[in-house]
């Protein structure tokens, strides 16, 4: 008990602490450090965007069977340079330190650098999602100039003729590899990405990929499979015992992450309180999986958006227990929610403002 209550003391100390600090540091990339600290991260409570991310363009060099972008916004392939012009006046206004870019391919965009240059520009702390095929020497070049340090690869197994089937890209494996092998030797800090599914769990292809990771010494973040876009389908959910296995190892393995569990910390999901993701069309995502719009950019700002995600439940800082992921973990928001979206919705994301019956079906939602 009384080691208890001296930990207590201890942490609400480091909130304090960490709170003054935070409050005087001007460097928004110092900002996200601090925010992501143990301590800080529940001690700010107030909703507020900390990271965007942007789908640029959902167009690709790779051609995944599973992509969980199929169905979204597929009239507006491409983010015009008015949204974009927007997402960045927003996020200054806003003071959100972190914006990732993934598509689709973000480096397929041939506005990607300069798009870069824009938010480094604004001191914000970049990231990228890839799938490795344009990150060539001249690329990682051209990126370190821009002062962007981190990446992260998605990878489907270690062998590289069943991770070139995947993707439809013959070389696309050895290409990671290369990069990898020279963003390391250029100080970049590169992340692996893999998803976890019945299948690569199945094939092997999940065990080998990890082996991979720990061999080079890289970290890797788990992502369990999104029942959306392609793999909208009840056989790709993870079942209840390979959810608990996966949080089980990542929880063992500081090597390894997911959305909501860092540095063997389970954390609350971000989606509506801390997080937009935003489509090429400016449709604002509470969670980057979820195909469901909380306005578009062009009218609603970010105030606007965490106000109107903050009066659904589920979007609340308790709305989800800590570790959990709605979209990938539960079978009653895929039944209740995702499949009948995918299966009747002709058009997404579908906007909330505009359907009320689903605004009301998703406002009632509980776990
Ligand atoms: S629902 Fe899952 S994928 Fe979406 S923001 Fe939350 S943790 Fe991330």
């Known amino acids: 008990m009384k080691k208890n209550m001296s930990r207590l003391s201890f942490l609400k100390h480091k909130i304090k602490e ?31 965007i900390y990271r965007i991310e942007i789908i640029n363009t959902l167009k690709c ?31 200054v206004i806003h003071r959100t330190p972190t914006i990732n870019f993934l598509g689709g391919e973000a480096m397929v965009d041939p506005r990607f ?22 990150l060539t020497t001249q690329h990682l070049h051209e990126l370190k100039r821009l002062g962007v340090m981190a990446f992260s690869i998605t990878i489907h197994d270690a062998v590289a003729e ?9 070389g696309a494996f050895v290409r990671i590899e290369t990069a990898l092998r020279e963003a390391h030797g250029m100080g970049f800090r590169v992340g692996l990405q893999t998803i976890c599914s019945p299948e690569s769990i199945a094939s092997g292809a999940f065990q080998r990929i990890l082996t991979f990771a720990h061999e080079k010494k890289v970290p890797l973040k788990i992502n369990p499979m999104m029942p959306v876009g392609k793999a909208a389908r009840a056989e790709c959910l993870l079942s209840a ?8 190892l990542v929880m063992s393995d500081p090597l390894l992450s997911t959305h909501c569990i860092h540095h063997c910390r389970m954390e609350r999901c971000p989606m509506g309180r801390t997080f937009v993701g935003i489509t090429p069309a400016g449709d604002m995502l509470p969670c980057y999986f979820m195909p469901l719009s909380l306005g578009n950019i062009l009218e609603t700002g970010f105030d606007d958006y965490l106000s109107y995600a903050q009066s659904f439940p589920i979007f609340q800082k308790m709305g989800l227990a800590e570790g959990c992921c709605i979209v990938a973990e539960s079978p009653k928001f895929f039944y209740e929610i995702l499949k009948p979206l995918y299966e009747g919705e002709p058009s997404l994301p579908l906007d909330l403002r505009k359907n009320p019956a689903w605004e009301q079906k998703i406002r009632s939602f509980h776990l």
Request: hydrophobic share 35%.
């Open 61 to 91: 060099n790779a051609a995944c069977q599973f992509c969980s972008n199929e169905r979204l916004s597929e009239d507006c392939l491409t983010m015009s340079d008015t949204i974009i012009g927007r997402v960045l006046q927003q996020a």
């Open 241 to 248: 015992e390979q959810t608990r296995d996966l949080k089980r």
């Open 18 to 48: 960490r709170k003054k600090i935070y409050e005087n540091v001007t460097s928004l990339a110092v900002k996200e450090k601090l925010r992501s600290s143990l301590y800080l991260n529940e001690a700010l409570d107030q909703p507020h």
């Open 162 to 170: 069943k991770h070139d089937r995947t993707v439809g890209v013959p």
């Open 113 to 134: 650098f300069s798009l870069l240059e824009l938010f480094a520009q604004a001191e914000m702390h970049i990231g990228i999602g890839t799938n490795g095929i344009l």
